[in-house]
């Protein structure tokens, strides 16, 4: 593996924290549902974290994995849009086709 895309990895992270107000990996690990001790070593080790992890990470910070692993910036998308997103989450399959009605409604004008 590339050293430098761990590096690059966690130094996204880091910038991620301070812009998403993850004020320490403490914090990042708890929300991501890493353990800390596990974290901390990816990230002194300058290892990349798996798959599952790195999204956990990239979610916790509003950000996407790409940004995270190469450092391009992300298309920002208003809090709004994720907040609606989280919600969305805990629908069942009936109430989701509820809201892409609703939703394609609006966008056609109707």
Known sequence: MNPEYAATFWKCVDKAMRNA??????????????????????????QLPTTIDAVAIARVLGTSVEHLLTGTPDVPYPQAIREIADMLV?????????????????????
């Open 21 to 46: 107000g993850v004020p320490t990996y403490k914090e990042l690990a708890l929300k991501a549902g890493i353990k800390q001790q596990r974290l901390n070593e990816m990230r002194s080790d300058m």
């Open 90 to 110: 805990s629908l069942d399959t009936q109430q989701l086709d509820t809201v892409r009605k609703m939703v394609n409604g609006l966008a056609s004008g109707r």
